[in-house]
């Protein structure tokens, strides 16, 4: 479905991303790991249209989206969610789901005077934007001004706006940064709940490792801009370029940690701790 092809930019002598080439399914998750600086939210941005490309393409369904704007990609079928929220704070909760709905819909609204037909429309996206505060929980709230809402709402919130425009592909960039360890579970059960449909495709940033384990299909690496590892979560992880280049480790030490004793009671580096 989402496929990109020696994607590259350049910032001056600096090689920001550096010529990756990637597919990406429907139905699968998959995770986009790498120490700070790696490349990945500006591999994002290249892919959205935040930043234009210095070379390499774009492309959903076969369709090159190289040279469209953000609003033009955001039509064809890619939704974004930033690091940061990014909504109208002066607007409800309910007026922001509303308008994100309505910007994906024909009828009334757009054009003509017929104050019944406009009525009739209007009802009908709020109707829509109700069910989609309810499918995050947060019916409740619907008239709350967004600034108004603690940090954990406004990412549940802009998970509904995502959703009301009705993406091919889903992108999350860190969804779970900033939130707490109870508002965080929300934000990946929705995740999941997307996760189900096997018409989408999610790309994830994250760098907990646990929740890239427990949500992703497939994991890809990058590092100092460069594609350098892709495959299985196990497979992936277990690599002795992502045990360096990521999880910080040598991969000498990795190895000796493999074959070593560990200390009674712990469990090996890395590693949990099993059940009795």
Same mark, same amino acid.
């Given at each position: 479905?989402?496929?990109?092809?020696?994607?590259?930019?350049?910032?001056?002598?600096?090689?920001?991303?550096?010529?990756?080439?990637?597919?990406?399914?429907?139905?699968?998750?998959?995770?986009?790991?790498?120490?700070?600086?790696?490349?990945?939210?500006?591999?994002?941005?290249?892919?959205?249209?935040?930043?234009?490309?210095?070379?390499?393409?774009?492309?959903?369904?076969?369709?090159?989206?190289?040279?469209?704007?953000?609003?033009?990609?955001?039509?064809?079928?890619?939704?974004?969610?930033?690091?940061?929220?990014?909504?109208?704070?002066?607007?409800?909760?309910?007026?922001?789901?509303?308008?994100?709905?309505?910007?994906?819909?024909?009828?009334?609204?757009?054009?003509?005077?017929?104050?019944?037909?406009?009525?009739?429309?209007?009802?009908?996206?709020?109707?829509?934007?109700?069910?989609?505060?309810?499918?995050?929980?947060?019916?409740?709230?619907?008239?709350?001004? !967004?600034?108004?809402? +603690?940090?954990?709402?406004?990412?549940? &919130?802009? /998970?509904?706006?995502?959703? @009301? $425009?009705?993406?091919? =592909?889903?992108?999350?960039?860190?969804?779970?940064?900033?939130?707490?360890?109870?508002?965080?579970?929300?934000?990946?059960?929705?995740?999941?709940?997307?996760?189900?449909?096997?018409?989408?495709?999610?790309?994830?940033?994250?760098?907990?490792?646990?929740?890239?384990?427990?949500?992703?299909?497939?994991?890809?690496?990058?590092?100092?801009?460069?594609?350098?590892?892709?495959?299985?979560?196990?497979? !992936?992880?277990?690599? +002795?370029?992502?045990?360096?280049?990521? &999880?910080? /480790?040598?991969?000498?030490? @990795? $190895?000796?940690?493999? =074959?070593?004793?560990?200390?009674?009671?712990?469990?090996?580096?890395?590693?949990?701790?099993?059940?009795?």
């Amino acid at each position: 479905m989402l496929e990109t092809k020696d994607l590259t930019i350049r910032f001056g002598g600096h090689v920001a991303v550096n010529a990756v080439s990637c597919a990406f399914a429907p139905g699968t998750l998959t995770a986009i790991v790498g120490p700070n600086g790696a490349g990945k939210t500006t591999y994002f941005n290249l892919i959205s249209g935040q930043l234009r490309s210095s070379s390499g393409s774009v492309l959903l369904d076969g369709r090159d989206l190289s040279g469209l704007g953000v609003s033009a990609r955001t039509h064809a079928g890619l939704g974004r969610a930033f690091q940061l929220t990014n909504l109208f704070p002066n607007l409800t909760v309910l007026e922001n789901v509303r308008l994100a709905v309505q910007a994906t819909r024909a009828g009334a609204h757009r054009h003509g005077l017929n104050l019944w037909s406009i009525w009739s429309d209007h009802k009908a996206l709020t109707q829509r934007a109700h069910e989609l505060l309810e499918g995050v929980s947060m019916a409740g709230k619907q008239e709350m001004l !967004v600034a108004s809402l +603690p940090h954990g709402d406004q990412r549940k &919130l802009e /998970v509904a706006l995502l959703m @009301a $425009l009705e993406p091919k =592909v889903f992108m999350f960039d860190e969804p779970t940064a900033g939130m707490s360890a109870d508002e965080a579970p929300v934000i990946l059960d929705l995740i999941r709940k997307l996760k189900a449909d096997p018409r989408k495709t999610i790309l994830l940033v994250e760098h907990k490792m646990d929740v890239v384990r427990e949500l992703a299909d497939r994991i890809i690496v990058l590092h100092n801009g460069a594609l350098v590892a892709d495959g299985e979560p196990a497979q !992936v992880i277990a690599s +002795p370029v992502v045990q360096e280049a990521y &999880l910080g /480790v040598n991969p000498q030490d @990795a $190895l000796a940690q493999e =074959v070593a004793p560990t200390q009674p009671g712990l469990p090996p580096q890395g590693g949990r701790r099993k059940a009795p």
